[in-house]
């Protein structure tokens, strides 16, 4: 089984607490006005990856205690990615945050979302809605809801913390790394723009 990945991040601060790798899937059903990774949201080949592989990508630096899965849409690969965290664990004791545009209730009771839910710490659920965006917390907009499956990563400040974003430089790309705050979010997509 292999992972179809939009892009990975080794070590940020900006998706959750702590020190955390990140990988976003490429593919996703819901195409949210204002997405900020539109080219992740195609169900095409990106980059295909064993998932034991991939974790020992992830945990190169000695410093990340925590995943963090995002996309596109996690719910469609559920089964890589839950043996993607299960191998990583065996190395680690790492905790999991996760982000999905479908509601909890739709997951539960489906044999792929409840394994990859069996691993998961919390639950980012709900789809982006861009006129919802309040600008606080992990959550993207004021609809979506956090649901701390364990009580693992229980105060940190998800649906109310200050927002943080990183750029990446990867030779000629950028990457923006986390939930970020309205004005960087229209500066990214300006950037983002052809020229008229």
């Not at 997405?35 to 945990?59: F, Y």
């Not at 065996?90 to 509601?103: D, E, I, K, Y």
Request: glycine share 12%.
């Amino acid at each position: 089984m292999m992972l179809n990945v939009a892009g990975t991040c080794g070590a940020t601060r900006a998706l959750g607490p702590g020190l955390r790798a990140v990988v976003w899937v490429q593919g996703c059903p819901f195409r949210c006005r204002g997405c900020l990774a539109p080219d992740w949201i195609p169900d095409r080949p990106a980059r295909l990856v064993d998932p034991a592989d991939l974790a020992d990508e992830l945990l190169a630096d000695p410093g990340v205690e925590g995943f963090t899965f995002s996309g596109g849409e996690p719910m469609a690969q559920p089964a890589a990615l839950a043996a993607l965290i299960r191998r990583a664990r065996r190395r680690r004791p790492l905790s999991l945050v996760c982000f999905t545009g479908h509601r909890i209730e739709e997951l539960r009771g489906r044999p792929g979302p409840e394994e990859l839910l069996a691993e998961v710490d919390v639950l980012i659920d709900g789809r982006y809605v861009d006129t919802r965006n309040d600008d606080r917390g992990l959550r993207g907009s004021a609809n979506q809801r956090v649901h701390h499956l364990t009580g693992r990563l229980r105060g940190h400040p998800f649906e109310d913390g200050p927002r943080r974003a990183e750029i990446r430089l990867r030779g000629r790309e950028a990457l923006l790394v986390g939930v970020p705050p309205k004005a960087v979010a229209e500066a990214w997509r300006t950037l983002g723009e052809e020229p008229s």
